[in-house]
């Protein structure tokens, strides 16, 4: 019973967190790339507190509607964490965590059989937010990265485990950025390469079926030739 009601109650808010974590997505770039400071900050602040309230709402009732709240509180510790931690200051790095986690819940399930679509979507919206978190770590400590530009093209090149080196973060959150991004690089490498072999290897088993299935009609055909001369010799023998 309650394990239907978490299963409703999720199904129910899917794309109301989804629509929320866009919006905190919005708000977040916002702040980071026009650098909103004192009062013209309070807008996207506004919005960022809202969106965090509703998801921790969503964490609450999750935990209140568990069958065994214990274990799944022990379960979903990153939740609590996503949840109490984006909104400290010193910590902001973790409000793209937020966001992943709740698009990844709303979405993964629905892209999942489809490789190709969410690989490029995640790997585009993991670009997006490591250049924000490390234009927010970076900005005015004297480094190269100092314009959403400069972050993005830094993202890129670190993803794809190119590395020129022309851009490269120097604060310690930056770095932190860096080899978590380095390594989602080396994911994504590997995700690519699984698909394509997985699509080569099902083309390759398709045409050898299809293969199969001919042969097997032309052997069918055969043994109805057979059949039928066998059929036409015992004629010919009772004739004579």
């Not at 490591?130 to 900005?139: P, Q, R």
């Not at 770095?175 to 099902?202: C, E, K, N, P, Y």
Request: proline share 2%; glycine share 8%; no cysteine.
């Amino acid at each position: 019973m309650y394990g239907e009601r978490l299963a409703r109650w999720e199904k129910i808010v899917e794309w109301p967190l989804m629509a929320a974590a866009v919006v905190f997505l919005l708000a977040y770039a916002v702040q980071i790339i026009a650098r909103l400071d004192g009062s013209a900050a309070l807008p996207t602040e506004a919005v960022l507190w809202v969106t965090w309230a509703v998801f921790a709402a969503d964490y609450v009732i999750r935990l209140t509607i568990a069958e065994h709240r214990r274990r799944w509180f022990t379960r979903h510790l990153l939740d609590l964490a996503i949840v109490l931690l984006p909104m400290l200051r010193p910590l902001r790095l973790m409000r793209f965590l937020a966001i992943i986690a709740i698009i990844q819940r709303g979405a993964g399930s629905r892209l999942r059989g489809r490789v190709a679509v969410y690989t490029i979507g995640a790997t585009a919206l993991i670009i997006l937010l490591a250049s924000l978190a490390v234009l927010d770590a970076e900005h005015g400590q004297g480094g190269s990265i100092q314009t959403f530009g400069d972050a993005i093209w830094w993202a890129v090149v670190t993803i794809t485990t190119v590395g020129y080196g022309d851009v490269s973060p120097i604060t310690p959150i930056g770095r932190g950025v860096a080899f978590a991004l380095m390594i989602g690089g080396i994911a994504l490498i590997g995700i690519v390469t699984a698909t394509l072999a997985s699509w080569i290897v099902q083309r390759v088993s398709d045409e050898t079926q299809a293969s199969a299935v001919a042969t097997e009609a032309q052997v069918e055909d055969l043994r109805s030739e057979v059949a039928e001369l066998k059929a036409m010799i015992r004629d010919l023998r009772l004739t004579g």
